[in-house]
């Protein structure tokens, strides 16, 4: 059967041209779904949910927009790109492949205490991250991973916005984001529902909402060194992509 899969989705894509990739590279709680669903609403892009997909080679980036287009019933029209969002490091994409590729990377992140307010409030283990601690580790050790992928990549390939940019600055950030991917139509604060929300990705209400809307959001407690040792992560990154 994935024999006859990978002939179906080669032949198809010998007719229709596929798009280039557009990851969001960010991490749990950090606005990818939100932002997956704005870019996946514009005209130029396909997209489907976060897929947890390894990029490897160009038949998986053919998996992921074939897996895409059947699950937006879009089989005809040409897309310039299709987007996943990566939020583990084990699921980073092949980077020596993708030199070879007009791959674009968007890097986005959010303040740590948000972050990991939101992370509780899921109130289950998700994707093996179930403990507090579990919490705080993962992300430093992924904005950490987060810098130094970014480091291997060329300037023109990605571009840094956080999640208070989107949701506080959201007409500037969008048009920053539409000039990068040099899209004919920018991208609006408005976006479509589709069969994978709330299932891949995002399993809140927020996503539903369709439309990019600031949420007061109620804080777990944090000590202060734990405060302290995610803000030095979140205020190094800040300072590093700032650069870019």
């Keep these: 059967m994935s024999q006859l899969k990978k002939i179906i989705i080669k032949s198809y894509f010998k007719v229709i041209k596929p798009g280039s990739p557009v990851f969001i590279m960010g991490h749990m709680r ?12 514009n ?19 053919q998996k992921s927009e074939f897996f895409s287009r059947v699950n937006n019933k879009t089989f005809l029209s040409n897309f310039p790109y299709f987007t996943d969002q990566v939020l583990h490091n084990h699921l980073t994409p092949n980077l020596d492949f993708l030199k070879n590729t007009n791959g674009k990377y968007l890097f986005l992140i959010r303040d ?5 307010s939101s992370m509780k409030k899921l109130k289950k283990a998700y994707n093996g991250v179930s403990e507090y601690f579990d919490y705080i580790s993962y992300y430093k050790d992924r904005i950490k991973y987060l810098i130094n992928f970014s480091k291997k990549l060329e300037s023109h390939q990605q571009i840094f916005i956080t999640y208070e940019d989107i949701v506080s600055n959201t007409d ?3 048009i920053k984001i539409s000039e990068f991917l040099k899209l004919k139509k920018p991208l609006t604060p408005f976006y479509k529902l589709k069969k994978t929300t709330g299932v891949l990705g995002d399993r809140s209400e927020n996503i ?18 734990t405060k302290e040792d995610l803000y030095e992560s979140y205020n190094a990154a800040i300072a590093y992509f700032k650069k870019l």
């Excluded at 950090?30 to 609403?41: A, K, P, V």
């Excluded at 909402?209 to 600031?214: A, E, H």
Aim: aromatic share 6%.
């Design 112 to 116: 740590p205490h948000e972050t990991l």
């Design 208 to 225: 539903r909402k369709q439309l990019i809307q600031k949420t007061k959001k109620e804080l777990v407690e944090l000590d202060n060194q």
């Design 43 to 61: 005209s130029s892009i396909i997209g489907s949910g976060e897929q947890a997909r390894i990029y490897e080679s160009s038949y998986d980036f």
């Design 172 to 174: 500037e950030t969008l």
């Design 30 to 41: 950090s606005g990818s779904s939100l932002l997956e669903h704005i870019l996946s609403s």
